[in-house]
């Protein structure tokens, strides 16, 4: 039998500006590990992304990210105190209880790839 242990997925997020995502996602909470040939890695915990220096407007506006946390408070929170919906001028919303039973709120990033930070309910 063949070993087809998966180690990581990750998907290609599309930047309009890219010098100005890679601020946005460090400010927002991200490290970036490496950045080069227009592709930035950004991880936080074990969660990972590639920001790419690619911009189409109808795959950006309609691309999304879903970010499962422990602490839905503490990350919103953090993001709150950090400030980028008023720097960047992009919507952040407040946390929802979701009829799917999760906790969560939305965030767009300048570029308007929306991601949804969501904490599931015991």
Known sequence: M???ATIEIKAFVP???????????????FTMVSDEGGIA????????FLLQDFYEPVHAQNF???MLVEDIHDWHQ??????????YEVLFTKIEKQPW???????KDPTG????F???QK
């Open 2 to 4: 063949s070993n087809l």
């Open 15 to 29: 930047a309009v500006d890219f010098d100005r995502s890679k601020k946005f996602y460090q400010d927002v909470g």
């Open 41 to 48: 890695y950004f991880h936080h915990g074990n969660g990972s």
């Open 64 to 66: 999304m990210m879903h």
């Open 78 to 87: 953090q993001i709150a105190d950090a400030g980028v919906a008023e720097r």
């Open 101 to 107: 039973g999760m906790l969560d709120f939305v965030l």
């Open 113 to 116: 790839v929306l991601w949804r």
């Open 118 to 120: 969501g904490q599931n």
